[in-house]
Structures are given as structure tokens and as C-alpha cells.
């Protein structure tokens, strides 16, 4: 995961690899470059320009809350689909944006001048941004630490405000296998919709207004339908979240072998009780879908780290890297006991901040999936905003979108596991800190924290009273101080963790500094850590084996999609008209060289959570696919990346393009895009 403004060390590579393309056609300030056409999608994913006209394609799943906000039942554009027949009907949606990096650029120099004056980061930063101060709308600047604090980039954007709902296939399509194919291969998910950036009539950026015309843009990124083989170099161009591949492996050990399986377990009580109560019950299902998708994709991505580290031995691999690092410096005079003393001394702390780390973790899983926590924190904000005069209407608003998606006697159950296995985890080892006094305390006086009463009494179903009691009978619910209480006694326990984790990470800086070192001193470069800043990887297109005598082929077609129906399943179901287009065959200049109708291909490409969206370009510059998975056997690349193992899952552009053109016939969109022959 490269900055952009380091791939010139990286180009001679890349160009070995089959790329055709210069370091400064990907990244240039003053000159047009595939940057140009990147965005980051409402701060969470990726998007790309695909049009002169602002056409921005990203993920079903990225624009999913937009698509949901414009859904209706007679509208279900969720179910049915979306697109927009004119610019008239592309639609607003309040609050998203997206940013166009304008430039990057190392300020490494003037951040340590200013950290050797003693200025703490924070006022070095600041002082930065004060001597590069920026011109024009919507820019904005900041300073981000690279690799732990060994090296600073200044990254200036550019915020777009007026963004519009263009198009989307129907959830059956966009969303095709669900929860069940997520993070799965082989896979057959056409994970895509579209959006439009716009801009005043001058070209500048603009909040929404209906004089506001589609942006002129200067470099859309051209879609080729040349295909994708074997062996092909690929690249992703995005805005990867979060990666920790140089932490100390014993911390790493701890994440895997101690953390994940709390988090996993916690999560297999909240996903297998929801699971079988939406089986069940049709109205909980559509409560809980998107509760459970959201739970269930950190789980899976878990389950699979834990066992995708093990079967590659990747704790083995990060010891052995951690060893050269301490021997390099050994043997070298100026630093010999510095790396060896710092693991010793991550190795102290990590075992001795176990039990706190722990003990965070489960408020951090119990505290987010306890439905009636949740009602008292909003019970708490209507009877503060009534103490404090303020308008009820908001805060009795989101009591109401809550209640819609809530069933008191499911979250009963589901939080009756999740409680009895904190206070047994607290009983087992007095060494972590459980609230069990409170937990069984509060259980007592409410006769029995699960009891079904107090679960059916909570005051939200329909609100008709008066104001004035209803936020009495909020304050006097016995569960209306749970969730004060309960964010008062994790606050405390953060408090007191705070400090070590701070010491914690500063020692990162130096390990970091220590290690690309070594690194560079055996000519290898080391790539920064993600942080939500722009980023390259590049890698080949191909297929892999997750097991011995196993081989997982690089690409999907829709034959696949016809395999995988099952008719009226809630993730393998196809509308009708969808599935006769798909057996038409009618694949026209979307077809591959056998003439069936590409689906979806892997990479080896370094990814992450935030990559969504991203655009897979081929060794021109253009785009074949969009990435939106990655292989569960491969998960464990937030950590370690095992080139054997490690795979991103991308929607083939053709298939897309076939979406848009031969199922949606949105014939005006296809005639903005620029196709390479
Ligand atoms: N696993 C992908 C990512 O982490 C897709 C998630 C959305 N899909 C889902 N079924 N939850 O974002
Ligand atoms: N699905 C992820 C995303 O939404 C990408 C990944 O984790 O590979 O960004």
C-alpha cells in the first residue's frame, strides 16, 4: 500500500511486472494523472470518475445507506433498483461528499524542526498547515503521520458536497449471496451502483442547489473490455483504512490468539440468536438485516484471520522478521542493545495491558449490541433535552427510528447470552474488570435483569401521549440509568488504560524506525502502514490454493449466478426479468473469449476495509474492475500478507457494464463513458 508519492522506487518494479505506465502517470500535481479520477466516498470507501460528466462508480454496499434513504415500500429501489432515466431524476442525499486529492507532500523536515523546538505534535501540525496555508473552495489540509511518527505528509483535498443517487441494480444483484458469500470465493456478487458529483455552474464545489450542473471533469478513467488473464498485472488505487503489519509479534499473537476469539464468541451468541429468530420471523428479518450483516462481517473476517494466520504460519514468519530486525541492529555498533531492549520491553507491556485490553473488549462488544442500552442512552437524551427546554421533536425522532428496527423479546434473549457470559468471565478470573456487582445488583432490583416485563414495558411503542409523560415514564423506567451507568464504569476503565497505550505506541515509532532500517540496509523497501490516506498496490492477477489439493480458478461468470439461485431465498434469488436476461446469453461486447459473461476476478493486491470501491486498473491505466472483498482464507493480511493466500475479489467491469446496458438499457449512461478498444 504505497503513498502515491513514493512510487518512484517503486516504478522500475511495477514496469517489470508488466505495467506500462510511469510513476507520474499515476501521481502528478501539475499534470493530468489517474489521481485525478480517485475519490474518497463519504470519508468510508472509494469511488472513481468514470465520466466527463462526474459519473462515479463505488460499491452497492458503499452507496447502500443512500440507496435505503430513497427506498420506499412503493419505491423499493433496495429490492427493485434504481436509475435515474434523466439528470432531473438523479436524487440528492444530504450529507455525502466526496474528496479529490489535490496534492501530497512530505513535510517530514519541517515537522521535526518543529518537534526538536519541544512543540508537541499536535502544535507542530498546526503550525505546518500555518505556513502552507491553501487557496480555493472546499479545501481543506492536514497533517498525517506516516509510518509512526518517523515521517509526516501534508495532504491537501478538495470536498464535493453535491453528490446524487445515478443508479443502482437491485439488492439480488448488487448484494447477490449476502451474508453467506461474504469474504467467500468463488464469487458471483455484482457489488457496484452509481453516483454523480455536482458543482456550481462556475465548476467550483458546491452544497446542493438545483443550478448546479454535473462537474466537468478533465481525466475520467477510461473502462476497457479487453479482459483480465492470468497472470495480468493489477492495480488498486483507494484509500485503505487500517493495516498493523509491524507491530511486535507477540502483540500480534495476542490480537489472534487472545482477542479475536473473545470478540468471535461474543459475536456467535448476538448472530446465532438473531439468526434463528429471522428464520422464524419475517418482520424480524427486515429489523435485522442490516444489524446482522454489519455484526456478522467483522465475525467472519475474524474466523478467518485466526485460522488463515495459523495456516500459514504467519506468526512464525512476523517472529523470524522481528529477529533479523533485532540482529541487523546487534551487530551494529551504533544501536546494538536498541531493538533487542525495545521488544523486551513491548513484551512486558503486552502481557502486562492483557487483562485491561481484555476487559475493553467486552464493553466494546456487549455495550454497542445491548438493544435495551441503547433505548436508555435515547430515554436519557429525550429527558435531558425536556430538562433543558429543548424541542423534543428530534430526540423522540430517533427513539422512533429505533423502536422501529427493534424486538424487545429477541434483544431479551440475545443480551441475556451476552450478560451471563460477562459476569462468568469476570467470576473466572477476578483479574479482569466486570462490572458483576452492578450487572448482578441491577438484575435483583429489576427481579431479574431478563425479565420479559421490563423488556415489554420500555415506553416507545407508538407514542401518543403527551410529551410531558411520556419523558416521565422514560425517567421512571428501571432501566433508564443502565446506560449512564454502564458508559461512567467504561469510561473509567479507559481512563486508567490510556497512558500504557500511549507509552504503547510510542514506542512504535522508534520499532518502526529500527525496522525499516534493517529493511533498507538488505534493499527492501517497506511500505507504510494504512491510515484512511491515498494508496497504491499492485500485485498479479490469479487464482490460489486455500488448501492442499485445492485450487480456486481467477475469475467467475454467470453461469455461476445461475448455479447459485435458489428461488425465493433471501441472498440467492434473482428477480425474473434478471435471470431471463442472464440465460439469454445475450452477452454482446461483454463477453470473454468462450463467450459466457465474466463475473468476478482476484488479485493479489494488498487491500483493506475502506478499499471498497476502489478501481482495479490494468497495466494502461484502465479500469477492468471495482474491488470489494477480499478471500476469508486471506483475511489475515491486515497483519500478513502471504502472497500464496492473500486475494482481493473485484467485480469484473464488464459485468457492470452489462448490468447498466443490456439489463438496465440505461443507454444515455453507457454513451458517457470512454471504452478503450
Ligand atoms: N466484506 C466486505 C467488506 O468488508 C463487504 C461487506 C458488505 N457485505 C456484507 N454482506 N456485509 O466491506
Ligand atoms: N469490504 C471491505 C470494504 O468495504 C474491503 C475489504 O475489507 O477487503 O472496504
Not at 507520474?24 to 469511488?47: E, M, P, Q, R
Amino acid at each position: 500500500m504505497w503513498l502515491p508519492i513514493n512510487l518512484e522506487g517503486q516504478e522500475s518494479n511495477m514496469v517489470a511486472k508488466g505495467m506500462k505506465m510511469s510513476a507520474s502517470d499515476i501521481y502528478s500535481v501539475n499534470n493530468g494523472s489517474l489521481k485525478d479520477a480517485i475519490v474518497h466516498f463519504g470519508g468510508f470507501c472509494t469511488g472513481e470518475v468514470i465520466s466527463s460528466k462526474g459519473l462515479v462508480l463505488t460499491n452497492h454496499h458503499c452507496g447502500y445507506s443512500a440507496i435505503q434513504s430513497h427506498s420506499s415500500i412503493d419505491d423499493d429501489y433496495l429490492k427493485d433498483g434504481f436509475w435515474a432515466l434523466s439528470e432531473e431524476m438523479e436524487k440528492p442525499n444530504d450529507g455525502l461528499y466526496v474528496d479529490f486529492i489535490v496534492s501530497i507532500e512530505d513535510v517530514s523536515n519541517e515537522v521535526l524542526v518543529y518537534l526538536d523546538s519541544g512543540m508537541t505534535e499536535k502544535e507542530a501540525f498546526k503550525a505546518v498547515l500555518n505556513s502552507h496555508q491553501t487557496q480555493g473552495l472546499a479545501m481543506r489540509s492536514e497533517v498525517r503521520s506516516i509510518y509512526y511518527g518517523n515521517q509526516f505528509i501534508l495532504i491537501v483535498s478538495q470536498r464535493f458536497s453535491d453528490v446524487r443517487l445515478v443508479g443502482a441494480p437491485p439488492s439480488a444483484v448488487g448484494k447477490f449471496g449476502a451474508d453467506t458469500d461474504n469474504w467467500v470465493w468463488p464469487r458471483h456478487t455484482g457489488d457496484f451502483s452509481m453516483f454523480r458529483i455536482y458543482t456550481a455552474p462556475d465548476g467550483s464545489p458546491s452544497e446542493y442547489s438545483n443550478k448546479n450542473i454535473p462537474m466537468v471533469s478533465k481525466n475520467p478513467l477510461t473502462i476497457s473490455l479487453s479482459g483480465v488473464n492470468e497472470g495480468d498485472f493489477s492495480m488498486i488505487y483507494g484509500f485503505p483504512g487500517r493495516t498493523t503489519s509491524y507491530l511486535p509479534v507477540n502483540e500480534v499473537a495476542q490480537q489472534i490468539n487472545t482477542m479475536l476469539p473473545i470478540r468471535v464468541k461474543l459475536r456467535d451468541i448476538v448472530l446465532s440468536t438473531w439468526d434463528s429468530a429471522m428464520r422464524l420471523d419475517p418482520m424480524i428479518k427486515i429489523q435485522y438485516a442490516s444489524k446482522y450483516a454489519s455484526v456478522s462481517n467483522g465475525w467472519k473476517k475474524w474466523i478467518g484471520q485466526m485460522e488463515g494466520m495459523s495456516a500459514s504460519y504467519g506468526l512464525d514468519t512476523l517472529r523470524y522478521r522481528q529477529e533479523q530486525v533485532v540482529k541487523y541492529h546487534s551487530a551494529n555498533h551504533d544501536d546494538a542493545f536498541r531493538a533487542l531492549d525495545l521488544v523486551e520491553e513491548f513484551n512486558n507491556q503486552i502481557s502486562f495491558l492483557e487483562k485491561e485490553r481484555q476487559s475493553v473488549l467486552y464493553y466494546q462488544e456487549i455495550l454497542p449490541r445491548w438493544g435495551l442500552l441503547r433505548w436508555s442512552r435515547l430515554a436519557n437524551d429525550i429527558v435531558n433535552d425536556s430538562d433543558n427546554k429543548v424541542d423534543l421533536v428530534k430526540s423522540i425522532k430517533v427513539l422512533k427510528d429505533f423502536e422501529r428496527n427493534y424486538n424487545p423479546e429477541l434483544d431479551r434473549r440475545a443480551s441475556k447470552g451476552l450478560i451471563n457470559s460477562w459476569i462468568e468471565a469476570g467470576l473466572k478470573d477476578t483479574l479482569l474488570n466486570v462490572p458483576v456487582k452492578y450487572l448482578m445488583e441491577t438484575s435483583a432490583f429489576m427481579q431479574g435483569l431478563f425479565n420479559k416485563d421490563l423488556y415489554d414495558s420500555l415506553p416507545i411503542k407508538s407514542h401518543d401521549k403527551l410529551d410531558s409523560i411520556f419523558v416521565e415514564q422514560c425517567r421512571n423506567h428501571l432501566a433508564f440509568n443502565l446506560w449512564p451507568d454502564l458508559l461512567s464504569q467504561y469510561r473509567e476503565l479507559i481512563a486508567k488504560t490510556r497512558q500504557k497505550e500511549i507509552k504503547f505506541k510510542s514506542g512504535m515509532k522508534e520499532w518502526m524506525r529500527l525496522y525499516m532500517i534493517a529493511n533498507n540496509s538488505r534493499g527492501r523497501d517497506v511500505a507504510p502502514d494504512a491510515n484512511s490516506s491515498m494508496r497504491v498496490s499492485w500485485g498479479e492477477i490469479g487464482g490460489f490454493s486455500p488448501k492442499d489439493g485445492k485450487r480456486y480458478n481467477y475469475k467467475t461468470t454467470a453461469k455461476g449466478i445461475l448455479e447459485k439461485y435458489i428461488p425465493g431465498d433471501y441472498e440467492f434469488d434473482l428477480p425474473s426479468d434478471f435471470r431471463m436476461k442472464l440465460e439469454s446469453m445475450d452477452y454482446g461486447k461483454y463477453a470473454d473469449e468462450d463467450g459466457e459473461l465474466p463475473v468476478c476476478f482476484l488479485a493479489a493486491n494488498h487491500t483493506t476495509g475502506g478499499n471498497s470501491g476502489s478501481p482495479a486498473l490494468n497495466s494502461k491505466g484502465h479500469l477492468i474492475g471495482l474491488n470489494f472483498d477480499r478471500v476469508w482464507e486471506g483475511t489475515m493480511s491486515d497483519f500478513y500478507f502471504a502472497p500464496e493466500r492473500c486475494r482481493n475479489i473485484m467485480v469484473d467491469v464488464r459485468y457492470i457494464m452489462w448490468v447498466v446496458d443490456k439489463y438496465a438499457g440505461a443507454d444515455r449512461l453507457i454513451s458517457e463513458i470512454n471504452f478503450a478498444n
